[in-house]
């Protein structure tokens, strides 16, 4: 009896196995990429040796494992051939060449070595909505008027690139841009999944809407990934947009640990950033083949996101944000392995990263944002106030309203009678103010018992050392495919260069009020100007705001709440 029943045992596990392995081939069948576990058939092999050499009954259960590995070896690998698309564009935020030329990143490698690269140099402010709409838009900040980051598609004031591409009648695929809520319909198809600052999961067509669902009920910082908003209607819908096996398993997997044990704050940090940039891979490039958009474009930024928190522990030799970039090798990796013959990839960020500078109580304070924003609101006029390290930036949109917000802080004095803050002007930008603290000597002391125009202290500054990355101005710029040179190096390239450079390679033409020039590829001639577009473009219902709690999350804004 002790004998009989392993063998009854292995038997009924051979059924299962079988019964997985065609489930599996049966979804495949529907989504070609879902297998994407090869590796799964060589336990599946090994288990059928182990019923051949065991004998009796457990031969029934080989014979079972044996159809079971040939119907997962049959369902792997999708055999979709190249991708449709002719211009792609991969925005990794905040990855600068520091990182990836230290780390063991093969594809960035091997790429590097076929394709063209430079530094991306960024401009001031250095923060994500205004780097990412000057990319789109070949235009700086006092033309685009993005200056903040609650602000909504309708606030660019110029056009970009996706509408070119689809006034000149191509279909467009756009995931995760910055500034492009909320989403609307491509005349000539496509699909369209807002970035991170959307408030609402709206998306285009609408069964994509499931990802924001995700992104939005699942904040860095919470413990679980959704157990209780989780239900096995969001996973179908998942699947229907096509999430991979591999990232089911990632996402049960991580349920489970959380059951079993509580993670620290960090590695469910880097988790869940981690399953999101599975995610947005998966349905991404199902959504290519369905879809098939000519110019398309993909933003990861977890790069980002894990640099701001974790800059520290790389720097001493951490795994946090190692992982990020080694998922975005992976994902650059896939994207050049399946795009065309003919097909070309931009490969970009809007910034660098380094260390917060050192200064004040050892590096450790940071100015807080949202009692000034308040008080600059209701005081003067209406502001948006971000934090960039130990600076702080004023959007206040144009240059007769930043200097009244400029003769207000003046105002704005310590216990001393000095100006609580340092002011100055961004180049380029004339709408914009950027605030340092005059005294950074900052202590427990000081923060209990002083005052800054007439409230505590601790209202505009705080002592912590939870963000010790900030952006830096050296990206990354990489061209690859048809009619890029290889193992070319080309300096220093613009920010303003990248609009340009992204619409040579999809061979439309920039606008003369376009500054740059693009890379790479020859420009087609220029047209004057693409803006008259902004007045045929129909934008959708939106909800109001912006994605707030991931602003928090990432140290844009803050009260000063622990949370």
């Not at 993909?298 to 951490?318: I, P, Q, S, T």
């Not at 005081?379 to 948006?384: I, L, Y």
């Not at 303003?496 to 790479?520: E, K, S, Y």
Request: glycine share 10%.
């Amino acid at each position: 009896m002790s004998f009989r029943l392993p063998q009854s045992v292995f038997l009924l596990s051979g059924v299962v196995a079988l019964v997985a392995s065609a489930s599996v081939a049966a979804i495949d069948s529907a989504h070609p990429m879902f297998n994407d576990l090869p590796r799964v058939a060589i336990g599946l092999a090994f288990a059928a040796t182990i019923g051949v050499v065991w004998g009796g009954r457990a031969r029934w259960a080989a014979v079972m494992y044996i159809v079971a590995t040939g119907a997962w070896l049959a369902s792997s690998g999708d055999r979709l051939g190249p991708l449709p698309t002719r211009m792609l564009v991969f925005g990794v935020d905040g990855a600068t060449w520091q990182v990836i030329d230290r780390e063991p990143l093969p594809n960035f490698t091997r790429l590097a070595a076929r394709g063209t690269r430079a530094n991306l140099i960024s401009m001031e402010p250095m923060f994500s909505p205004l780097l990412w709409t000057t990319i789109a838009s070949g235009r700086a900040v006092d033309d685009h008027g993005v200056r903040g980051f609650r602000v909504h598609t309708e606030d660019c004031k110029v056009a970009r690139w996706w509408d070119i591409a689809e006034e000149s009648g191509a279909a467009v695929g756009l995931y995760k841009w910055l500034v492009d809520y909320p989403p609307r319909t491509f005349a000539h198809g496509g699909f369209w999944v807002p970035g991170w600052l959307a408030p609402a999961p709206d998306t285009w067509p609408a069964r994509l809407a499931v990802v924001k669902e995700v992104e939005l009920g699942n904040r860095l910082r919470r413990k679980t990934i959704g157990a209780r908003g989780a239900s096995w209607d969001r996973a179908r819908r998942l699947l229907g947009v096509g999430v991979r096996l591999s990232t089911f398993g990632e996402a049960a997997a991580w349920t489970l640990r959380e059951w079993i044990s509580t993670s620290d704050e960090a590695t469910r940090n880097v988790s869940l950033q981690l399953l999101r940039g599975d995610i947005d891979r998966d349905v991404f490039i199902e959504q290519l083949y369905v879809e098939r958009p000519s110019v398309a474009s993909l933003n990861y930024y977890a790069v980002d996101g894990l640099g701001h928190l974790y800059w520290d522990r790389y720097e001493a030799g951490g795994p946090e944000l190692r992982a990020a970039y080694r998922q975005a090798d992976a994902l650059l990796g896939e994207l050049a392995d399946r795009i065309g013959p003919h097909g070309r990839i931009l490969v970009v960020s809007d910034h660098g990263f380094a260390a917060v500078d050192a200064a004040g109580s050892a590096g450790q304070f940071l100015p807080l944002t949202e009692r000034l924003r308040e008080r600059i609101s209701a005081e003067v006029t209406p502001v948006d106030v971000t934090r960039l390290g130990h600076k702080l930036v004023v959007g206040a949109g144009d240059s007769e309203r930043a200097a009244t917000v400029r003769a207000w802080l003046a105002s704005l004095v310590d216990a001393a009678g000095n100006p609580f803050y340092q002011v100055v002007n961004f180049p380029g930008d004339e709408g914009s103010l950027a605030l340092t603290l005059t005294d950074e000597a900052l202590s427990v002391e000081r923060l209990a018992t002083e005052t800054v125009g007439g409230e505590p202290i601790a209202t505009y500054v705080t002592l912590t050392a939870t963000y010790t990355g900030m952006h830096e101005k050296h990206g990354i710029f990489l061209a690859l495919g048809a009619g890029v040179p290889r193992g070319a190096h080309v300096g220093d390239v613009p920010l303003l260069d990248a609009a340009p450079t992204i619409l040579a390679g999809a061979g439309l033409p920039a606008a003369m009020d376009m500054p740059g020039r693009a890379q790479v590829w020859p420009e087609a001639p220029r047209v004057a100007s693409w803006d008259w577009l902004l007045s045929k473009l129909a934008v959708g219902a939106a909800a109001p705001g912006v994605n707030e709690d991931m602003l928090r999350e990432l140290g844009y804004i803050d009260d000063g709440t622990k949370r």
